[in-house]
């Protein structure tokens, strides 16, 4: 899954996921503040913040074991401190 841009407070669905594999939730933004991020499958998962400079991309991980992330749907959102943060996000399973 990939959110190639998005201004402000936001999140993004999937239907659907493997638990054989890792997974990887990655989150850049920029602007000045900072983004909270949870990811969940009925109860949260995963939760992390991501320090947004002004004048330069801010990077944050998390990788999850297999297993972690159950198949089926999760959500994910994202909690900016300011309406001007811009972010995106993707959502990887690497096969290694």
Same mark, same amino acid.
Request: a negative charge; proline letters at 5%; charged letters at 20%.
């Given at each position: 899954?990939? $959110?190639?841009?998005?201004?402000?407070?936001g999140? *993004?669905? =999937?239907?659907?996921?493997?638990?054989?594999?890792?997974? $990887?939730?990655?989150? @850049?933004?920029?602007?000045g503040?900072?983004?909270? $991020?949870?990811?969940?499958q009925?109860? %949260?998962?995963a939760?992390?913040? #991501?320090?947004?400079?002004a004048?330069?991309a801010?990077v944050?991980? *998390? !990788?999850?074991?297999?297993?972690? #992330?159950?198949?089926? =749907?999760? #959500?994910?959102? $994202?909690?900016?401190? @300011?309406?001007?943060?811009?972010?995106?996000? !993707? #959502?990887? %399973?690497?096969? =290694?």
């Amino acid at each position: 899954m990939w $959110v190639a841009e998005h201004t402000g407070d936001g999140g *993004v669905a =999937s239907g659907g996921a493997w638990d054989r594999l890792p997974t $990887v939730l990655t989150v @850049a933004c920029e602007g000045g503040g900072d983004v909270r $991020v949870t990811m969940s499958q009925e109860s %949260q998962i995963a939760a992390f913040s #991501v320090d947004c400079p002004a004048d330069e991309a801010g990077v944050g991980s *998390v !990788t999850m074991d297999p297993g972690v #992330v159950r198949p089926g =749907s999760f #959500v994910i959102g $994202v909690d900016a401190s @300011a309406d001007n943060i811009r972010w995106a996000l !993707t #959502v990887t %399973q690497p096969e =290694s």
